[in-house]
């Protein structure tokens, strides 16, 4: 049976001291793993050693986030309130434990430990230090934190020390740690996820020089620039973002491993299921083209202009050669709205919702093409007509790919004449 097992087992058997040797052992084969952590955290905690529980759960959220796991961050964050709690720190508990709520509301017992710092709040005086907040929703770990944090020594409950030089006084560590080798471009990859308040946003690529990095948080985008040791430079843009921010409150941070950007949602509670929107955002085009009038004439003129770009050629087995369907929907448009009335003159053709009489399903159609934006209205007269009249789609960038195949129903086949 291996360390872990071993551990839980000692767990489940309320021998704390031993779960916490087995768990120590165990991080020294998996160092970043959250559930060790998580677990180790439960068993100082139950030994009442709250500093060394606190230091396990604050790891064991960092490497939960690194892995993008929701459950391990949920349970991290769990042990991290409790933990505080614990402490007396019960502003910070508040947070933590309200964090957990945003992310899984039916936890078990994060209700009761919420409900527990609830009442503990309301005995402290409004100015008393346990009220004040101090914690942020991704822990601060310090180099001597994850000295301590790691599998090295935690058991004892006691801190890693280096070894005497002298007889001055020296920190516990005399150097720092080697900054670790810049992750390849190819190899750099980003996640996130939301609660009701913010979006967690991580980048994650190693030996980010915080003294050039840069990161640029505006209302509705992000952008990330550092350089590379290749000697060429890392950026990334989110524009535009799926929600507005606030740009004010947002925060970015840069670690070892990777940079971390909180984005501060401008509505809370608003959901985002995306990072990015595939809208264009209103007002942003004006506001791009301020600057030199010249060159602000040319960027109006090209964004705001009414004409269009002729229609690009698609590929077809025509033997007149390419058709514009752009032109051929225009004069459809123009032919579905106008017609002659008795006096002569045009006149535009009924527009009412309420039809009587003939063929409703032509009616249907009709209607369907003259309320369509020009892009559906194109795409569903190269479908019709490509397809022989067995297919009719609005969605022009799948039709606009190549010829529309005849499909005849189930049953029926196509003939040529």
């Known amino acids: 049976m291996d360390q872990a097992a071993l551990g839980k087992k000692a767990l ?99 209700g009761m430990w919420m409900s527990k710092t609830h009442m503990s709040l309301k005995l402290l005086a409004d100015d008393d230090e346990k009220r004040k907040c101090t914690v942020k929703a991704t822990p601060d770990l310090d180099v001597s934190s994850a000295a301590s944090g790691s599998a090295n020594g935690h058991a004892a409950g006691t801190t890693s020390t280096s070894p005497a030089t002298g007889a001055s006084s020296a920190p516990p560590i005399s150097t720092p740690p080697p900054a670790p080798q810049q992750t390849p471009v190819d190899k750099i990859r980003h996640e996130w996820y939301q609660n009701p308040s913010n979006v967690y946003f ?26 590379l040791v290749t000697g060429s430079s890392y950026d990334l843009t989110l524009d535009p973002l799926f929600a507005a921010v606030d740009p004010a409150k947002s925060i970015s941070r840069i670690f070892p491993t990777k940079m971390e950007i909180v984005l501060v949602k401008a509505t809370p509670g608003q959901k985002w299921s995306a990072l990015e929107s595939s809208e264009p955002v209103a007002g942003k085009a004006e506001s791009a083209v301020e ?34 369907w752009d032109k051929i929907t225009k004069d459809l448009r123009q032919a579905d709205h106008v017609g002659s ?46 397809s022989n009249g067995t297919a009719l789609s609005t969605n022009w960038e799948e039709v606009s790919k190549g010829k529309v195949e005849t499909s005849p129903p189930t049953g029926m086949e196509a003939r040529k004449w």
Not at 202 to 216: E, I, M, N, S
Not at 297 to 323: E, H, L, N
Not at 362 to 383: I, T
């Open 12 to 110: 489940d058997n309320q021998e704390y001291v031993a779960a916490v040797e087995h768990y120590t052992a165990a991080l020294k084969s998996s160092p970043t793993s959250p559930d060790y952590y998580i677990q180790r955290s439960t068993a100082y905690q139950r030994l009442k050693r709250y500093t060394e529980a606190l230091d396990d759960a604050n790891h064991a959220v960092v490497n939960a986030q690194k892995r993008a796991k929701k459950e391990s961050i949920v349970e991290a964050q769990f042990r991290r309130g409790c933990a505080l709690y614990c402490l007396g720190r019960f502003g910070d508990a508040e947070f933590v434990l309200g964090i957990v709520k945003d992310m899984k509301d039916d936890h078990k017992m994060a």
């Open 202 to 227: 991580t980048l994650l690529v190693k030996g980010v020089p915080t003294d050039k990095a840069q990161v640029d948080i505006r209302e509705h985008s992000l952008s990330i620039s550092f350089p």
């Open 291 to 324: 600057g030199n009038d010249g060159q602000a004439d040319a960027v109006k003129r090209a964004v705001f202009t009414q004409s269009r770009p002729a229609a690009p050629a698609y590929p077809t087995s025509s033997k007149s050669g390419p058709k514009d």
């Open 341 to 386: 009335g008795e006096d002569g003159k045009t006149s535009h053709l009924d527009e009412d919702d309420d039809y009587e009489g003939g063929d409703e399903a032509n009616h249907f159609f009709k209607k369907l093409f003259k309320d369509a934006s020009p892009e559906v209205q194109r795409a569903m007269m190269k479908s019709y007509t490509e």
